[in-house]
């Protein structure tokens, strides 16, 4: 990650302490980005946005349409937000409006154990069975593999998928510990740090070593260093915390009638750590903005989460040029009800994220859609 920082984000810095140097960094050494900006953008310009969104419920039925959308810009200038159609109940949707992110949750996950590796609470090169003795990290596979999903711990199958399924049907109130979810978890172990291997348990095991090494629930330990510091108000880490309203109901058969969670409280504990995060297009529109600007974390650690040869960091999903705008950061995610895609661009100093009310739906797309249309608006 490489980016320049403004000359009057290090006077704010220094502020008025009077006379001495001013601290210059290293010439390697990353710097954050300035606080995000607190100006609602101006009805004219924020038209083109808006009608980019609009699209998406035109055929709600395609490939990349979808019932309803909301999405947010955060620069260090100005913010936006704006939503279209609704959710699987036919409730219109608010640029407020919580849904599942799903996968999303993985760059909490991963900016929390880069936090506690930076106070020294742990080696990334070290086995994570060193930390967490489990089946699943018997492969002697280290913390950094796993941020990296090149640990070789198999993904879900479908056939434990449709027991996931199964077990939050039985007992959609029912509380699942991170443990207990990985008894869905079929296949063997490979080699690792051979090839990338995309892996929802494996974040349930770092899940896991932050629980252990913080000593608190993961959602408390989020919330504390992660959520607060960077001022997100609209996230909820279920099952340790319940969507705040409004919230975008699902529709998904194995959970029976809403019960306050997305999708239950089952299905959201079950999937906690890999993908139990419930918030708003504006929240994650800030953390993206606050967690790759290095506002969160220092910024030396955001360079390791961002530095990869292949398209997967740290927690985090390299974009390079293919949104326009430049090197990207971010994730992806999917639930049955909810699509959801976050970018962050250091270098235009930008974040958007984009929310859509219907599962397994190409994003892509539309995210350019939005870019196209932002990108006259950076400058």
Partial sequence: MRWCAAAVLMIALVGCSGGGEVPVPAPDTPAALPAPGTQVLSSDKAQALQNAINQIVEFPDSPSGARGATAAVVTDHWTWSGAVGTDSQGRPLRADTSMAVASITKTFI?????????????????PLSRYVPHRLTANDATVRQFLSMTAAVPDYQPSGFARLDEASAAAPEKHWTLAQSLDFVGGHLGEPGQAYVYSNPGYVLLGMLIEKLTGLPLAAALRRDLATPAGLRHAAFQDGEKPQPPVAVDSDKACGPPDG??????????????????ADAPTIARWGYQLYGGRVIPADLVDQMTT???????GTMLFTQQFGLGEAFGHRGDMPDHTSLLIVVPAKRVAIALLLTNGGRSIDPRMADLTNALAPLLG
Wanted: with cysteine; proline share 5%.
């Fill in 110 to 126: 991963a900016a929390e154990v880069m936090l506690l590796a930076g106070k020294g609470k742990l080696n990334l090169e070290l």
């Fill in 261 to 278: 969670y997305l999708p239950c409280r089952a299905f959201a504990s079950l999937s906690a750590a890999p993908g139990g995060l419930a």
């Fill in 308 to 314: 990869s040869e292949g398209e997967y960091g740290l």
